[in-house]
Nanobody, 115 residues
Framework: QVQLVEFGGGLVQAGGSLRLSCAAS????????MGWYRRAPGKQRELVAV???????NYADSMKGRFTIARDNAKNTVDLQMNSLKPEDTAVYYC?????????WGRGTQVTVSS
């Protein structure tokens, strides 16, 4: 059974930075896609960033230039460096990992950005 655990959430002032980390354990050795999505109160879940096993990345437009995603394939970890945070970034951030036919996600970590 695959398990994902997120770390690094917290309270930060607008303009500040946070680094989220996610560690995956279980039977999956390497995931084709790892990434982060978030859900703010009263809003739909939205994709934040993804990184493929090849190293290619994709970011949501609002996060592009501010967030950086990275992965360590050997450790099955994925990090999200968040800079220039805005109050609109306040949400629960979820780590996810995917292979063909298999999707996994963590329980989330709260990020709160104060103005």
């Amino acid at each position: 059974q695959v398990q994902l655990v997120e770390f690094g959430g917290g309270l930060v002032q607008a303009g500040g930075s946070l680094r989220l980390s996610c560690a995956a354990s279980g039977s999956i050795f390497m995931f084709a896609v790892m990434g982060w999505y978030r859900r703010a109160p009263g809003k739909q879940r939205e994709l934040v960033a993804v990184i493929h096993s090849s190293g290619s990345t994709n970011y949501a437009d609002s996060m592009k230039g501010r967030f950086t995603i990275a992965r360590d394939n050997a450790k099955n970890t994925v990090d999200l460096q968040m800079n220039s945070l805005k109050p609109e970034d306040t949400a629960v951030y979820y780590c996810f990992c995917s292979n063909l036919g298999s999707n996994y996600w963590g329980r989330g970590t709260q990020v709160t950005v104060s103005s």
